[in-house]
């Protein structure tokens, strides 16, 4: 109850949150003509609609108007050069109703935060305050709203800097808390270093209670498949159609699902299989973000499989792969995982007799169920080589010990017995250990490979 209260402590307001409620906002995305930072993949018409997206997903707020604007060098202060910047500002001045400015890059400065503020006369976010604001709204479990709580420490230490600046100017210089021998730089420095370590414990027991539940699973044998892919690309839906889980209720916006959830799902040879759900990926994903929520990506580590799901409808398909490719590369995931990927073409519902030109790609529509044999077959073969199993059906005396062991050791599948000698043909799923004990203690039985 103490671990409980402590934790809701650090879930409290957050001094870092958007504004509430409703937000009118001009949408502004610096385009790269040339350089490093600009990505071959895309469109600058195309990376707007994605911020557009991300501020229509958040509830009451509007998109006023979008403005695109060249930019040589985003990394500068004030991000555009003099002309631009000064195109820009009046555009935003003449939008009478606006309250705030998406400006669509990573993240910028506290200093430049304030300089653009003070320049415009509103709130301006980027892509980490609007990513946080809109992961803060869809928690619902603690270790999601510890994560966030998580991510937004760096932004707490970058107002800290601005606060502190300006109290400097405030108080002509006098730094020091009266009596404490501590700067309120220092103070406020270590409050937030305990807050970090008491959400990195807090996240750290719910991560050792997982891998509990992870070592229970495994005792039962059940392969785990990891469901991944960018953000809205239909995973949830996917989900439900495999399972048939009723109260699964996919939603058509972005990071819908950020927690981790599992569900039971049956393969063609009845093998019993859970498919995760986990959080969507996004081009730009803040770094500090995709840390924060490293606790939760780790299960992917732990799966038989996984299933990579992707919106083949989407304009930027192809920057959306390189994106999930490069994310799920940088997880340390074991070599086997990585090359055993299944890819799925999701939504070809919406293409006109679509073939993919990947090889190996599945082409389904999780929506109407078209493809969705070919997958679980496809799932089933990949799951058998990855734990090892066999598929075999083995002749049993019913009298003898024979089918309690199967029942014990192995997953029995089919039974069709023969009441005029007293057998049975019995089709299991087995392990390799399983298979080889079975061998050795009834190296009389009858046994027909699958």
């Not at 911020?51 to 108007?65: F, K, R, S, Y």
């Not at 800290?160 to 420095?189: A, C, H, P």
């Not at 190996?360 to 799951?383: P, T």
């Not at 075999?392 to 192995?410: D, H, R």
Request: charged share 25%.
């Amino acid at each position: 109850d103490g671990d409980d209260e402590d934790v809701e402590e650090l879930l409290g307001p957050s001094p870092v949150a958007a504004w509430p409620g409703a937000q009118r906002v001009a949408v502004v995305h610096p385009d790269v003509k040339w350089g490093p930072k600009k990505s071959p993949l895309t469109t600058a018409e195309l990376q707007i609609a994605e911020a557009v997206a991300l501020v229509e997903t958040l509830q009451n707020w509007t998109v006023l108007d979008k403005i695109i604007i060249p930019t040589k060098n985003p990394d500068k202060k004030l991000i555009f050069g003099k002309g631009n910047f000064k195109v820009l500002t009046e555009k935003i001045k003449k939008l009478t109703h606006v309250t705030a400015v998406f400006l669509n890059v990573e993240r910028i400065s506290s200093l430049t935060k304030k300089e653009l503020e003070d320049a415009w006369g509103v709130k301006v976010f980027d892509r980490y305050t609007i990513v946080l604001h809109i992961f803060r709204c869809n928690a619902q479990t603690k270790e999601a709203k510890l994560q966030i709580a998580l991510a937004e420490i760096p932004l707490l230490r970058s107002n800290l800097k601005n606060e502190v600046s300006w109290l400097d100017q405030q108080r002509g210089g006098s730094r020091y808390i009266m009596g404490s021998g501590e700067t309120f730089m220092e103070t406020q420095n270590r409050i937030l270093k305990e807050k970090e370590l008491k959400i990195r414990n807090a996240l750290e027991k719910l991560r050792r209670k997982r891998s509990l539940l992870r070592r229970q699973r495994r005792k039962r044998e059940f392969p785990i498949i990891s469901v991944m892919g960018y953000t809205n690309c239909g995973k949830t839906t996917l989900i439900k159609a495999l399972t048939g889980e009723a109260g699964l209720q996919p939603r058509d916006q972005l990071f819908a699902t950020l927690d981790i959830t599992a569900h039971a799902g049956y393969l063609p040879s009845h093998m019993a299989v859970i498919y995760v759900d986990t959080i969507g990926f996004l081009t730009d994903l803040p770094h500090n973000l995709v840390e924060s929520f490293s606790a939760t990506l780790e299960e992917v580590a732990y799966s038989d499989l996984i299933v990579h799901v992707r919106d083949i409808t989407h304009p930027e398909t192809v920057l959306q792969k390189a994106t999930v490719l490069s994310v799920l590369k940088n997880l340390n995931l074991p070599c086997h995982l990585l090359d055993s990927i299944v890819e799925v073409h999701n939504k070809v519902d919406l293409i006109e007799r679509y073939k993919p030109t990947e090889e190996n790609a599945l082409a389904i529509s999780a929506l109407h169920g078209l493809g969705l044999q070919e997958l679980k077959e496809e799932i089933e073969k990949k799951i058998l080589t990855a734990t090892g199993k066999k598929i075999l059906t083995v002749n049993v005396t019913l009298e003898g010990p024979q089918l309690s062991w199967l029942y014990k050791e192995a997953t029995v599948q089919e039974i069709e017995v023969m009441p005029e000698d007293g057998t049975a043909k019995v089709k299991v799923i087995i392990s390799n250990s399983a298979f080889g004990k079975y061998k050795n203690r009834f190296p009389d039985s009858k046994i027909f490979m699958s």
